[in-house]
Every structure is written in C-alpha cells, then in structure tokens.
C-alpha cells in the first residue's frame, strides 16, 4: 500500500553511537513496502533488527531511544514534528546525535 | 510516558495534528525547528542570535577577561568545546556586533594513551585535529598527554596572582583598549614564531611516555578513580601550557549539563567542599591562571543544534568512558541518572545548575597564601583539617578499625599497638592489595616506602585521598607530584623540628 522509502541517516556523537553501527556515520536505506504507513517508533525497531548489531542498550530503550540521544528530522527537532508518532516521508533525512559521554 | 502513548495510540493518532506548523516564539514568524528549555520554539535565525548572544553576555556580565589578555581554550574536539571555538570566532570577526577583545590560543591535549588507543588511530586524531585548527587562524598547541611526565612540581605550586584588579578596573582597561584601537589585532612577531615551533609537526611521543602513563592508568583499581586522576593530569598540564605560553586566562567548554553531572558526581566523590571552584563560572584556585567555563549556560541540547545546524566541526575521539556501561563508574552512572531524569522533567538539569551557581566557597584568605594548605592533586584548599568530632575523622577511625581484621595487611607494619599511626594504618593499605603484598612480600610494604605513602595522604584533601587509596602503588604517579610531595613532607617536618623556636603567627 505505501510505498518505498528512502531515508538517509547519520549518526553523530560524542560517545560514539557511530561506533554501534560499524563506525558507519551515515546510512542511505530503502524501508520495505508495508501496509501501513512508517513511524518512527518502526523505525528505530527496524534499525535495531538490520543495523545494531551490538550493545542496542547503547542507542535504544523501551521503545524509545535512549535519554541524550537527539534526533533530528530534516533538521528540525524531532519534538516539533511528533516524535515516535511522525510518519516518515520519502527521501527524510533523519539524524541521530548522542550527547552522552560514555555511550 | 511512553507507556501512555501505547494505550491511548489510537486517540492520540487523530489529536496530535503533526506540529510542524508551529511558530518560533520569538519572532513569530518562521517555522520553529528546535524545542529548547520546556517548551521555547525557536526558528533558525532566531536560535542563532539567542546562541551568539548568550557567549556574548556570558564574558560581558562575568568581567573577567580584560582586553587584549592571552586566552587559551581547551578544545578537545568534541561538541561543547568546538562550539566554543567557534563562537569565539565568530566574537572576534571583524563583523562582528560587539567584538570580543582578547587574543585566543588554542589548546588540545591528546590522551589517547590513557584510552589505550593505537599510535596510528591517535596520530589521526592529531591530525585532524590540526586542520581544525589551522582553519581558525589561532595559534594552537598539540599537546600529548605524555608530557605530563615531564612537568616540573612548580605546578603543583599556587602562584601569585599578578595583581587584584577591581571591578572598575575592567572599565578603564576597556576605554583603554577603545582608544588605542588603531593596533587591533596585535599580533606580535615573538607569538607567530612560537606558533611556528609548535605546529611545524606533530609532537613527538616516546613510547617509554606512554608505557609509564599506562601503568599509572593501569594502577588504578576502578574507573572512578582512573577518570579522576585522568582529569587532575589533564588539568596539570592545561595550566602548564597556559603558564609557559604566557596565557593568563583558561577556556574550558563544560556546558551546563555536563557541569550538572559534575556537580552530583562530585558530591559522590567527596568533593563538596570544592564544588564551588569545580563547577563555578571562574576559578582562581592556580592563582595566575584563572579557568573560565564560558559555555556553563548552554545545554547540551542546545550546541548540538547549533553545531549541527551551522555546520560547527566536531571530531569524535573516543576516550576513556567511551563505550562503557552505565554502572562502570560513578560519574558514568551520575550521567545517566542525570540524562534519564532529564528526559522526563526537563528541568532536571538547569535546577542542578542553578544550585552550583548560589555556592560559594568559605575561602580564609590566610590559608589561600600557604602552599601547605592545599590539596596535592587538585590544589583546592584543604578540607581535612577539622576538629576531632567531625563526620572526616569518624570516617578515618571506622576505616582505621575495618583495616585492622585481615592479617596479612599487619605484617608489614604493626599499627595498632602504634597509638599515634593512625594515617599510616589507612595507607599501609594502598600499597597491600591483598594479593600484590602476599607476591613481592616484605617488599612492597618495605620501611622506607611507607612514611612516603603515609606522607602523601596528609597532603591531600578527602576525595582526592579516595582516588590515591584506588590505586595499588602511589610510585606509578608522575615524578612531578612525588618529589612536591617530598618536599612539602620535608617542609612540615622542618616546621615541626623547629615549631618551638618559631613565634607562632598564626595564634
């Protein structure tokens, strides 16, 4: 029903959540086609499933990701458009930046 | 709060219309892009100058740093720090509204081998590093955090401030500075050579450094410790740097939630005597170089966004804490606590720090002139000398008294039938560790040994003690600090032998 979408992220941080992904800062990923709509709180379920390999304590909790992690959709702050309930858009660009030291 | 958007999902799907539409609160005009404190909306341009202000009037309302003074700021490539750089940048180009005054140099100290990285990941970090820099146009120092073997002990010593300058002060230096304004920007020949000295290559590291700084690393039990002798060496050698390259002032970057987990951390730690000059906007504690904290009032959120946004250039150099989990130490943990509570109470953080703000030191201006009377390590006034009934002293005697059930720690030396040992109980117990005195035997705990040890704990204040009692041999610690501490042990004996004969000032 929706199509697919392509989405760029980036990982930036202090702590090295880009260590988490391979030392990979920046992902270009087509989502599979699903018959509802994406969101966020998906995403970050998908991401821990194909992307985190390691440590997801790291990046994600609850549902969530983890606190001093910030996100950004097409750089603005995620706060702004909804959080976990955004509908991803095709061609978002969407980034994560950890603020933590250790992490 | 998560939970209640699962139960309610299917509510809330149709009430939270997408909130793009939302104005910034300032100009009321463009779309917000950033949430800062509870609920401020703020677009691009206005966060800007809310941002740039901010730095602005920081310096402005602190007076501190007079104009045309050597400032170094210590950048150690990540976010907080890089922003600082660049709002210096951005303070002193020539468009500037009100232009920043004073002359900047840059410091990054590498402690890579305290990480434990590879020589060739740390020399990429070096590198990197450089071009950042060079890109300022700042003269910049690389420092290796390997010399902080070679220092000389005179930085454990408090030097005399150059001079009291009153509030007014700063007015006539400014007017001063206003009329004289034809040689702006002074950059005088002697600094460009000394830039060229420092930046015509990368520092040399001797492996032997860097073996020794591990095994110093290395000797300490718990990351808590290791993270706190990791930054007493850092700041060592960041007043070195600024003494020698004769700048008077020191940046440092803490943002105000970092200063919020120092503030709790280093109540955890025993430093709470010291939380005014750890966390305070200005810190005189070295006497001629004043440290300054210019970015205390932005959240972290705040410089990522702007980093972020106006492409500030960061570099990520994996450190000590890097990767690890959240119990491995008690600023870690401190971090975590602070960052998880934050996320449901936003206010969590700027409540902390406004506490650190309202606190302020007893400081006795007689104790300030008496070298004796701060701490070693962290060269804070001395918070052991209190009277018997004190919660310091209760805590040394049950310490003193759990010490003396293994029987393997009253081998070397036997204290309890020695009324007047009690500090040499308390440290024959960090060089034992257990199984390390059972191997080299009598050796470890030898004779001439212990007085040292024993010595070296008097001359520090509580926390700073916790953090040498962490490690298994206070002999791995850079010569600089032993020999101080030998000669102030020599000093206080001196006084003691000739006590008798002195007519006491202080009574």
Redesign the interface.
């Known amino acids: 029903m929706y199509a697919k979408i392509c989405l760029i992220f980036l990982f930036?941080?202090?702590?090295?959540a880009?260590?988490l992904f391979k030392g990979v800062k920046e992902h270009h990923v087509t989502l599979p086609t699903q018959s509802e709509p994406w969101d966020v709180k998906q995403l970050l379920v998908w991401i821990q499933r194909n992307l985190l390999k390691e440590?997801p304590e790291?990046f994600v909790q609850?549902?969530?990701v983890r606190?001093?992690i910030?996100v950004?959709i097409n750089?603005?702050?995620w706060?702004?458009?909804?959080e976990?309930?955004?509908?991803l858009q095709d061609q978002d660009n969407i980034?994560f930046?950890s603020?933590?030291?250790?992490? | 709060m998560?939970q209640v958007?699962?139960d309610f999902q299917g509510q809330?799907?149709h009430t939270?219309v997408?909130?793009?539409s939302?104005k910034c609160v300032k100009c009321k005009e463009k779309?917000?892009?950033?949430?800062i404190r509870a609920g401020d909306?703020y677009c691009r341009d206005c966060f800007r100058e809310y941002f740039i202000h901010k730095f602005r009037a920081m310096l402005g309302k602190n007076r501190i740093i007079f104009p045309g003074e050597k400032v170094l700021l210590a950048v150690s490539g990540?976010?907080s720090s890089c922003s600082m750089l660049s709002q210096v940048q951005e303070g002193l180009s020539q468009n500037a509204h009100k232009k920043l005054r004073f002359i900047p140099g840059i410091v990054y100290i590498d402690e890579g081998a305290a990480a434990g990285r590879s020589v060739d990941d740390r020399k990429t970090a070096m590198a990197q590093m450089q071009t950042l820099f060079e890109a300022t146009g700042f003269p910049f120092h690389l420092v290796p955090l390997e010399q902080v073997l070679d220092l000389s002990p005179s930085v454990l010593v408090m030097a005399p401030s150059p001079s009291e300058q009153p509030g007014s002060a700063y007015k006539a230096a400014v007017d001063q500075f206003i009329q004289s304004k034809g040689h702006w920007p002074p950059r005088p020949q002697d600094q460009d050579q000394d830039q060229d000295l420092d930046q015509a290559s990368l520092p040399d590291i001797q492996e032997s450094h860097t073996q020794l700084l591990q095994q110093l690393m290395s000797s300490t039990k718990t990351q808590t410790a290791r993270e706190e002798l990791l930054s007493m060496l850092r700041q060592h050698l960041l007043v070195h740097t600024a003494r020698t390259k004769g700048y008077s002032k020191l940046m440092l970057g803490d943002c105000c939630?970092r200063l919020a987990v120092k503030l709790l951390s280093s109540i955890a730690l025993g430093r709470g005597a010291q939380l005014a000059q750890d966390t305070g906007f200005s810190d005189s504690r070295y006497g001629d170089i004043i440290t300054v904290r210019p970015m205390r009032d932005y959240s972290?959120?705040e410089?990522?966004?702007y980093n972020?946004?106006f492409k500030v250039p960061?570099i990520?150099i994996?450190?000590l804490?890097?990767?690890?989990a959240?119990k491995?130490s008690i600023?870690?943990l401190t971090?975590?606590f602070v960052?998880?509570l934050?996320?449901d109470f936003p206010s969590t953080v700027s409540t902390i720090y406004r506490t650190s703000e309202k606190l302020q030191t007893a400081w006795k201006g007689s104790c300030a002139a008496d070298v004796c009377d701060t701490c070693l390590l962290c060269l804070c006034a001395l918070d052991t000398t209190v009277e018997n009934a004190s919660a310091f002293q209760a805590t040394l005697i049950s310490e003193q008294l759990s010490q003396t059930k293994p029987p393997e720690t009253s081998s070397a030396i036997n204290p309890n039938l020695n009324p007047g040992s009690a500090l040499a109980t308390t440290t024959g117990q960090c060089c034992s560790g257990e199984g390390e005195c059972g191997k080299k035997g009598g050796g470890c705990c030898s004779s001439p040994r212990v007085p040292e040890t024993t010595d070296m704990r008097s001359l520090l204040c509580y926390s700073c003690r916790q953090t040498v009692k962490d490690m298994s041999s206070v002999d791995h610690l850079p010569a600089y600090i032993l020999l101080e501490a030998q000669r102030r042990n020599r000093r206080s004996q001196m006084r003691e032998q000739i006590s008798e004969f002195i007519l006491d000032e202080g009574v």
Do not use: N, W
């Open positions: 930036l941080s202090r702590g090295g880009e260590l440590r790291l609850g549902d969530s606190p001093g910030l950004l750089d603005a702050d706060e702004l458009m909804g976990l309930d955004y509908q980034v930046i603020t933590l030291h250790g992490g | 998560c958007d699962e809330l799907e939270e997408p909130s793009i939302k779309t917000a892009v950033v949430v909306t990540g976010p939630s972290s959120k410089i990522v966004f972020h946004m960061s990520f994996p450190g804490d890097t990767m690890t959240d491995s600023q870690r971090e975590s960052t998880k934050q996320a």
